[in-house]
C-alpha cells in the first residue's frame, strides 16, 4: 500500500511536466521507492483514486452556460480568469497558477492511461480473465469521459463535414513523456472517444460495486451522449436505450424532502449511472441565482420547482437539486438523461409518439401524485421544442448546457447568449469561435500546440 501511495502522489507531479521538455526528468534514474504496479489489485487501487476517478471533473462549460445569473456586486467580487470566463473573452480565462479544468482533465487522462499501460505487463488468463477486463474496461471508459468533457470545452461544435478540418484536443494514450503534444483533428479526438467506450462497453460487467465504478451501463451512456454531441441521432437513441435495458429506474420525486437542503441523497441515489463531480467553484455553487422567469416555467404541480429550488431571503431563487447530494455540480450519468436522450433522437426520426411516451414516463415520475397530465405530440416541431425544453428544465446544472448550446446552434436554434452588468454588456452569438475555450496560455508556451480561433 505503501507503493500504491507514492505512486499515487507522484501522478499529479509527473502530469505537470506532460507539456514540457522533459528529457532531463526522463534520464534520471529510479530511486528504487517507487514500485510498479504489478497486480491487478494495484491497478484496481489506482483507478478507484477518487480524485481521478469521481472528482475534479470540469466545470468551465457550466460558468460559461445561461444557466444561471449574477447580480452585479457578486460579478465584480469575482477573481479577473473566472470574470474573463463568465463574459465569454477570448483569452486569459484560467488563472495561470493552480489547478484548472485542462490541469484535472489530463491529469485524469495520464492516470488511465498509465494503468493501460502497465496493464499491458500483466499477461491475460484464465483465472484472471474477469478481473482484467474489468480493469481495462474501466480505465478506457473514464478516459473516454474524459476527453469527452475536454472536447466539449476545447473543441467547436461537431460537425460531419468539417470535422476532419477541426482541431480537437491531444490525445495522450500514452504516458511517454517524450512523445510530443500535437492537437488531434475534431473528428479524430470523437472516433477515439468511441473506440475506447466501445471497448470498454465489451470488458465491463454489468454491475459493478456501485455507481462510483464504471459498468456496461456507464460506456452505454457515454456513447449515447458523444453521438447526441455528434448530432448522430439514430446511434445516440441507440445507445440510449441500450443503457436503459440495463438500468432504468427512476426516483419518484414525492418520495423526496423537497424542503431539505439537499434532497438528493449522497453520494449515490437510484438515478445514478456514474458519479463525477466537477471541481469545485464557489461562484456556481454558492453565489449564482436562477433566472426567476425560467423557474416561473416549472409548474406549481411540478416537483422539480420545490426539489431543486430554494427561496433566498432576498427573494432571489437558488439552485440545490445537486445529484452529487452535495453543493457541487453533479455532470455524470444518470437515467433521466438517457430517457431524454430517448426521447429526442425518436423525435428526430419521425416517431413522435414514441418519443413522447419516454418523455411521459419520465416527467410522470416528477410530479405531484394524480396531477401530471401526459403530453402529445401535435407536430414535429413542437414536439421537439417540447423535449428540449424539458431536457433544459430536468438537466439544469448538471454540466450538460454549453455543449447543447453549441449542437443546438449547429441545428439553426440561434440561441445568443447575453450578460449585462449595468453599462456593460456581454454577447455571445451563435457558433461564435468562443464557443472552444482559449486553451490556458501556459500550455501554449510550454507545447508550441495552437491556440483557438479567436
Known amino acids: 500500500m505503501k507503493n500504491l501511495n507514492c505512486i499515487q502522489k507522484i501522478f499529479p507531479v509527473l502530469m505537470g ?16 521507492t517507487l514500485v510498479v504496479p504489478g497486480t491487478l489489485a494495484d491497478l484496481q487501487a489506482l483507478l478507484d483514486n477518487p480524485t481521478y476517478r469521481n472528482n475534479s471533473y470540469c466545470a468551465s462549460g457550466e460558468v460559461s452556460a445561461d444557466d444561471y445569473v449574477l447580480t452585479r456586486e457578486v460579478y465584480h467580487s469575482l477573481a479577473e480568469d473566472l470574470r474573463r470566463m ?19 482533465t489530463y491529469q485524469g487522462i495520464y492516470h488511465c492511461s498509465s494503468v493501460l499501460q502497465f496493464l499491458e505487463g500483466i499477461p491475460r488468463t484464465p483465472a484472471n480473465q474477469q478481473t482484467w477486463d474489468n480493469v481495462k474496461g474501466q480505465a478506457l471508459a473514464l478516459r473516454a469521459f474524459r476527453y469527452l468533457e475536454g472536447v466539449s470545452l476545447w473543441g467547436v461544435a461537431y460537425d460531419e463535414g468539417s470535422a476532419n478540418a477541426e482541431l480537437g484536443i491531444p490525445l495522450r494514450t500514452n504516458p511517454d513523456f517524450n512523445e510530443p503534444t500535437v492537437r488531434a483533428t475534431l473528428s479524430e479526438t470523437y472516433q477515439r472517444i468511441l473506440v475506447d467506450a466501445k471497448l470498454a462497453a465489451s470488458l465491463l460487467p454489468i454491475t459493478n460495486i ?11 451512456g457515454l456513447l ?13 437513441g441507440l445507445y440510449a ?7 432504468h429506474r427512476l426516483i419518484n420525486y414525492s418520495e423526496l424532502d423537497a424542503t431539505a437542503a439537499l434532497p438528493f441523497p449522497w453520494p449515490l441515489n437510484d438515478e445514478i449511472i456514474f458519479l463525477a463531480i466537477a471541481a469545485p467553484n464557489t ?19 411540478d416537483l422539480r420547482k420545490q426539489v431543486f429550488f430554494a427561496q433566498e431571503p432576498d427573494g432571489t431563487i437558488s439552485f440545490k437539486g445537486n445529484y452529487s447530494g452535495l453543493q457541487t455540480i453533479f455532470n455524470g450519468l444518470a437515467v433521466d438523461e438517457m430517457y431524454l436522450i430517448k426521447a429526442e433522437c425518436l423525435i428526430r426520426q419521425g416517431m413522435l409518439d414514441e418519443g ?29 421544442e417540447t423535449v428540449l425544453t424539458e431536457r433544459r428544465k430536468e438537466l439544469i446544472r448538471r454540466g450538460l448546457r454549453w455543449q447543447d448550446i453549441k449542437r443546438l446552434n449547429q441545428e439553426g436554434a440561434e440561441i445568443v447568449l447575453e450578460r449585462v452588468y449595468g453599462d456593460e454588456i456581454f454577447r455571445l452569438p451563435p457558433n461564435d469561435p468562443r464557443y472552444a475555450l482559449a486553451i490556458p496560455e501556459d500550455v501554449i508556451a510550454l507545447s508550441g500546440i495552437p491556440q483557438n480561433r479567436r
Open 224 to 236: 449515447a451522449r458523444t453521438y447526441l454531441y455528434m448530432r448522430d441521432y439514430p446511434m445516440a
Open 283 to 301: 461562484m456556481i455553487r454558492t453565489q449564482a441565482r436562477v433566472a426567476g422567469e425560467w423557474y416561473e416555467r416549472y409548474a406549481d404541480n
Open 17 to 32: 511536466l506532460v507539456f514540457m521538455g522533459c528529457d532531463s526528468f526522463l534520464e534520471e534514474k529510479s530511486d528504487g
Open 241 to 247: 436505450d441500450s443503457c436503459l435495458q440495463l438500468q
Open 86 to 104: 463568465h463574459t465569454w473573452q477570448p483569452d486569459y480565462i484560467f488563472a495561470p497558477t493552480g489547478n484548472n479544468d485542462w490541469l484535472v
Open 210 to 220: 456501485n455507481a462510483a465504478r464504471p459498468t456496461k451501463a456507464m460506456a452505454y
Open 356 to 384: 413522447m411516451d419516454v418523455l411521459n414516463a419520465l416527467l410522470i415520475t416528477r410530479w405531484k401524485p394524480g396531477e401530471y397530465k401526459p403530453i402529445t405530440a401535435e407536430n414535429p416541431q413542437g414536439a421537439l
